[in-house]
């Protein structure tokens, strides 16, 4: 079973026709003009993901009742998939194996592969339940609490599930991450994102995690906790996926802001466009047999065979637009260079809604590189890549952090963990955004040659931690941290 645009269009020719009726060209790439964007209304006959509060009560339980179906079919797994062997697994188990050995994180494969991944397990809910059921998401920015059906004891027992939480929004917090009002403010911070880089991670010798894994997805993991809270686990709990699906939704809602403004190479990764596209995920996921009768099979797919919702067979009750690229743009142009850390520095962190400790606050001096903005085009993005940082031993501790450049200080937001690491990781290092702060941050630099960038570990409720104490593997030589900085331009 193959993902293809051009089969699943052959399959709705009624509703494509309806689709790319009205279309207008919005964009074109000056490296190739043959390259241009199409964008016309969403179509409503393509089956919409909704939220779960939106679906229906008895489509509700549909899905529950397939998620225990799932649970009560055995699989035989061959001994090439991921490293446990050939042997025999319920159905739900070798889901949720499929992102114990192979998801993507920390890279700019984030989106896409988990992308495939909720296409192959509705494939299998629309096989139990109906051809045009869709997968639900979580819009954890509305509502922190997860939905009270998937609190069900006997689903958990069923499943076998741990929790530590029911709610991702923690109760008088200090500071201002994890309180209702930051989830709520996540969306609209993500479509403000002026690069895929920015949201999705991003390739290259540096690979890092975008906006929309760290912290968004990660906390979300971490505050639910159990299984949730750890890569290997994670998929056996039914909220994964809604959770997922709102990622999803996320991604095509940044899409459909940046689709509309032209800027057609904003979509993809600055780096190596092609090879992006063509990653290609060999039999990773689990996908339904021709016919009822017929055994799950193990499914290839790739980057590209996933960048349009619709091709998948559904698109989002919050898309205004759909989309269709014709050709493939040129890359952006890109600067990135080394930062040399000068200096580690372990201190007594304090400020605002913090309470001092000794060893909370970690500074690493550094020397800002020189032609970072050194190109006739227009800056569009800037980034840190950190690399070294170290995880603390408990993941609902999240670090704060900064950048200080001449007399003025920049937030980088909330760096948060998703603990559980394999090849397919990327190398662990983390991305943070200064775009908000761009163009005060390229009039520094041209007269400032060196920078600091500061952390503070926080604990649960916002309270500043000694980092010695609270992570593994603390260092303060400055080899063991790495620092680049990355300008995407026009």
Known sequence: MTIDRRLFLKQATFYSSV??????????????????LKVSPVNSYVPKRVSWTA?????????????????????????????????????????????????????????????????????????IISDDFRLPYWDWSADQSIPKELQDADLIAVLGLTRDSTTIAIEGKKGDDQTAAWWKAAPAKISKSPDYDTIGGDRGKNPTSGLIESPYHNMVHVGVGGDMGQVPFAAKDPV?????????????????????????????????????????????????????????????????????????????????????????????????????????????????????????????????????????????????????LPEPKDSTMSYEASLALGNQTFPLGHIGFFPGAHDAHGGGQIGLSLNESLDAVRALASNQTDGSLTLILKDSTGNAVSIPSATNNFKTDSASYGLVIKTVFD
């Open 240 to 388: 994964f996926w809604l959770h997922h699906c709102n990622v999803d939704r996320l991604w095509s809602l940044w899409m459909d802001k940046i689709i509309v403004s032209g800027k057609i190479r904003r979509l993809f990764p600055a780096q190596d466009v092609g090879g992006w596209l063509d990653e290609n995920y060999s039999n990773h996921f689990w996908a339904p047999g021709k016919t009822k009768s017929d055994p799950p099979i193990l499914d290839s797919a790739k980057n590209r065979s996933s960048l349009f919702s619709e091709s998948l067979g559904y698109n989002y009750d919050t898309m205004v637009k759909t989309w269709e690229l014709t050709d493939i743009p040129s890359d952006q142009a890109i600067v990135e260079k080394k930062a040399p850390v000068n200096t580690v520095k372990k201190e007594k962190g304090s400020g605002l809604r913090l309470v001092d400790v000794a060893d909370s606050q970690l500074s690493l001096d550094f020397t800002w590189p020189e032609g970072i903005f050194d190109s006739p085009q227009t800056p569009v993005s800037l980034r840190l890549k950190l690399q070294g």
């Open 19 to 36: 689709m790319l009726f009205g279309c207008k060209t919005v964009g074109r790439t000056a490296a190739n003009s043959g390259s241009f």
């Open 55 to 127: 679906l229906e009560p008895k489509k509700r339980q549909a899905f529950i009742d397939a998620v225990k179906a799932m649970k009560a079919t055995q699989v035989d797994v061959p001994a090439s998939f991921g490293g446990g062997g050939a042997r025999k697994l319920d159905l739900w188990q070798a889901q949720a194996e499929v992102h114990q050995w192979y998801c993507s994180h920390r890279n700019g494969n984030f989106l896409p592969w988990h992308r495939n991944y909720l296409y192959h397990f509705e494939l299998f809910l629309r096989s």
